[in-house]
């Protein structure tokens, strides 16, 4: 397995980047998900093995479909070229039509449901096609307590295990979570989670005030936002663990934007306790809280580099207009990363080369330009723009296997319309997760 | 939708023309303005005039000595006095502070000469309803302590902000038991998080500015909105300007 090539998606944006000298989009040409270097990938139904799995092979093969086709990776065969036979079982699969035209795949992935007592079943293989002696990559079985979601999350977890192994060892991102803010009454904003789907939205907090900028440890154990109350916003700690908030330390001023080191030990967020709006580092009780930025204007929106915990990217107005700088962990080694406009929300990619976030390049008053995404390689300060004309766009975030990138966007630039987008993170395969009224979305460490 | 347009350029035309009145009255300078020079043929010079008080401030019933002095004019009169020698004296006592407005006139032309009497009134509550002279009344709040706004990204005080900061300053000084809550705004455009740091310079921002005038910073109680809480959604610059603003209330 260790043949296939590794992350064609991040290695073909690290192309894109290396190959432009210019900082032009019209030089970018970003189809990296199509070619050779996707793999061609087939999903059979899955066949039920009694009648009373029958109520779930529909939601378990659209799930399987949508994650093998949404994963960036794959060249998934279109269910209409696919043979007309449902192999449940290794036995019962003939290679020889799934690897021929039309259908001409290099994997496959089939196998059946059953309902055993209370519990769904899920027998999950992929097959390599072209190996006629020892076909099987692997074969695993699902279980759960038989029901349509259970269903959807076995779906997920092969289709994890499918990427996993087809990826080079990267987990795939099936199982993850998406955190955002809702809108759900006039002046009240509640935290709410969905799968990286977009299935399965409900709320996480009922507080009835404000709530804005979740985000999630990297365990998935404590959820960090910021709520309006009395005294302006203030970081609030939520525990998924035990369903209630718990004790964060503020000691005045407006404390919010927290992020998450990788450790988990640390929270970087933006305070004014001494007046103006800084960059400080506490322990995830608001303790130990140290001061990292001292410049006069807003700090703001920080995030940590995930694949050291060495560097934080963040807003800061201290030249005027917002724009993206990185620093070391303490507050060493300031480096301005943008040349202008008006940047805000950085988020930095898993393995730590790229950060991405919302940039309006000519902003001003009559100014005709739009708030887009854009991804920065840090080394180079070289950066590509992944929208374009499709209205107000902000809070990019990463996805644990960074190849998606979730973002709000809001078609009229009106902020109570904004809704939660994914593509990929060359750009491609953009599509809406939510209705309006969700803005700030946060993509969980796993 | 234009008509709409236009409502909110006047309602900030207005805006801005109570802040500047408002700038106006409330300064209270006691000094006389110097007369206006005419404009006179050559043929002849038009008249002189000068008018003084004393004293220039008095307490509500006591009474001023006014003195004019004019040459070369045929008619002077006194708005409020009504036509008077040339050369004179009176005692008045206003009820209120008045601009005692002379104008001397001859063939070559009218010469005006003003000066401002202040009347100091006692506290007195202005409605039967409000009996705590030290705490104000909501009507006088929003008199004397107005919004402030900003220019885009913005948040140092404009001269005009400056000038609202000193009328209110005095407004809380006269009345100590009021403690204020600054709301820092933002116009709906750029990012939410950004927003809330930049209303926050913007509080700040008033709070400093009042410390500076003598307002205790324990009355002061700062929160920023950012863009959470607009005050209108049209995407105008009018309706922009009205948003980013520090916005004062009575904090109870």
Redesign the interface.
């Known amino acids: 397995m260790q043949s296939w090539p590794t992350l064609p998606l991040v290695a073909s944006l690290f192309l894109l980047l290396s190959a432009s000298t210019l900082r032009a989009q019209d030089t970018f040409h970003l189809e990296t998900s199509s070619g050779a270097s996707s793999i061609r990938l087939a999903a059979a139904n899955f066949k039920s093995a009694a009648p009373t799995a029958d109520a779930y092979t529909h939601t378990f093969d659209a799930v399987l479909f949508s994650d093998l086709n949404s994963a960036g990776i794959f060249d998934v065969v279109s269910k209409s070229l696919l043979p007309q036979t449902t192999p449940g079982t290794p036995a019962e699969i003939n290679l020889a039509q799934w690897s021929q035209a039309p259908t001409s795949a290099a994997m496959v992935a089939f196998g059946n449901l059953s309902v055993q007592g209370p519990n769904l079943v899920a027998n999950g293989f992929l097959d390599d096609s072209k190996n006629t002696q020892y076909p099987q990559v692997f074969a695993k079985q699902y279980l759960g307590t038989a029901s349509d979601d259970t269903a959807r999350q076995l779906a997920h977890q092969f289709a994890d295990d499918i990427i996993f192994r087809l990826s080079g060892g990267t987990p795939g991102i099936a199982e993850s979570k998406i955190f955002y803010s809702k809108h759900t009454s006039p ?1 009240v904003k509640e935290i709410w989670m969905m799968d990286y789907d977009g299935a399965n939205q409900h709320a996480v907090t009922h507080l009835g005030e ?1 709530s ?2 979740p985000r999630v440890s990297p365990d998935n154990s404590l959820l960090a936002f910021s709520a ?1 109350g ?4 203030q970081i609030k700690m939520f525990s998924l663990l035990l369903g209630r908030l718990v004790r964060f330390n503020s000691v005045g ?2 404390n ?2 927290p992020a998450w080191s990788p450790s988990g030990q640390q929270l970087a967020f ?1 305070s ?1 306790r001494t ?3 800084e960059i400080w580092v506490s322990d995830p009780q608001g303790a130990v809280a140290h001061r990292i930025t001292n410049y006069k ?5 920080p995030a940590w580099n995930p694949k050291t915990g060495a560097q934080i990217a963040w ?1 800061s ?1 201290r030249t ?3 724009q993206l700088y990185i620093m070391d962990s303490d507050g060493s080694g300031v480096t301005r990363m943008t040349d202008g406009g ?1 940047a ?2 950085p988020s930095w990619s898993p393995n730590g080369q790229f950060i991405t976030f ?1 940039w ?1 390049r000519h ?3 009559g100014a005709p330009g739009g ?1 887009d995404i854009y991804v920065m390689e840090v080394a180079t300060k070289r950066w590509i723009q992944l929208t374009h004309d499709i209205g107000r766009c ?2 990019p975030t990463w996805s644990p296997d960074g190849r998606h990138i979730a973002f709000a966007n809001s078609p009229d ?3 109570s319309h904004n809704r939660i987008m994914t593509m990929l993170a060359d750009g491609t395969q953009k599509r809406a997760l939510t209705e309006s009224g969700a ?2 979305p946060n993509w969980s460490w796993k | 939708m234009l008509a709409h347009r236009t409502s909110f350029l006047n309602k900030a035309a207005l805006v801005a023309t109570l802040a500047l009145l408002t700038a106006a009255g409330c300064h209270k300078k006691q000094a006389a303005p110097p007369p206006a020079a005419a404009t006179a043929p050559a043929t002849i010079a038009p008249p002189t005039a000068s008018i003084t008080a004393d004293p220039m401030a008095i307490d509500l019933g006591q009474s001023v000595v006014l003195n004019w002095r004019t040459s070369n004019a045929t008619s002077v009169s006194i708005d409020g006095i009504g036509e008077v020698p040339v050369n004179g004296t009176q005692t008045v006592s206003p009820s209120s502070s008045t601009n005692f407005h002379l104008v001397a006139k001859n063939d070559g032309g009218t010469t005006e000469a003003n000066v401002r009497v202040t009347v100091r009134v006692p506290e007195v509550p202005a409605a039967p309803a409000d009996n705590n002279g030290a705490a104000g009344s909501d009507a006088q709040f929003q008199a004397n302590v107005q919004d402030i706004f900003f220019a ?2 913005s948040y140092d005080l404009s001269p005009q902000a400056a000038t609202s900061i000193t009328s209110a300053a005095a407004y809380l000084n006269a009345h100590p038991a009021i403690k204020i809550l600054i709301g820092g705004y933002c116009d ?1 455009r ?5 927003n ?3 209303g ?2 913007r509080a ?1 921002a008033a709070k400093t500015a009042l410390v500076a005038a003598g307002v205790a910073g324990d009355r002061i ?10 005050f209108c ?1 049209e ?1 105008t ?1 009018s309706c922009w300007q009205q948003n980013r603003r520090d916005q004062f209330s009575i904090d109870r």
């Open positions: 002046g404000d804005i900028s309006l009395r005294d302006g916003f001023g407006t919010l934007s933006s004014s007046g103006d709006p204007g807003p700090d703001v929106s807003i107005g005027g207009l917002p008006y805000t929300s919302a309006d902003y001003g008053p708030q902000d809070f630039g009106i902020d803005d700030m | 885009y990204d709906d750029g990012s939410a998080e950004y809330i740091t930049l926050e310079n700040n109680r700062v929160v920023s909105y950012g863009k959470e809480k607009q959604t995407q610059e």
